[in-house]
């Protein structure tokens, strides 16, 4: 499986993305991850064939939705300087996110992109 994101920049408080993931083949289970240096990865955002989980800090604020095309997407609105990190989307087969408690672990993900990086300012 290969990703590929785009649509990462910088944006100011209060503002908005729309990052995409370009997939090379199905997998039930895709999310976003966010990595900042020096921290690990955290999940945001992920979905497991029509379901959506998000984390908490990002709850209300983001979307992940995906089309026919190949495309994973991630719209972020209200952006908070403490959303600035690269950002990653990663893919799975179903039998590895199964459960609704990890499909927010980066260990559950078997297939990554190279990163967008995502900066918000205040």
């Known amino acids: 499986v290969r990703l590929m994101e785009s649509g990462g920049g910088s944006v100011q408080s209060g503002g908005s993305l729309r990052l995409t993931c370009r997939w090379s083949v199905y997998t039930t289970c895709m999310g976003w991850f966010r990595q900042v240096p020096g921290e690990g990865r955290e999940g945001v955002a992920a979905?497991?064939?029509?379901?959506e989980f998000y984390s908490g800090p990002v709850k209300g604020r983001f979307t992940i939705s995906r089309d026919e095309y190949s495309n994973l997407f991630l719209q972020m609105d209200n952006l908070k300087p403490e959303d600035t990190a690269m950002y990653y989307c990663?893919?799975?087969?179903?039998?590895?996110?199964?459960?609704?408690?990890?499909?927010?672990?980066?260990?559950?993900?078997?297939?990554w992109g190279q990163g967008t990086q995502v900066t918000v300012s205040s």
């Open positions: 990663a893919a799975s087969h179903a039998s590895m996110c199964d459960s609704d408690t990890i499909v927010l672990r980066s260990s559950t993900y078997l297939a």
């Open positions: 979905i497991r064939g029509r379901l």
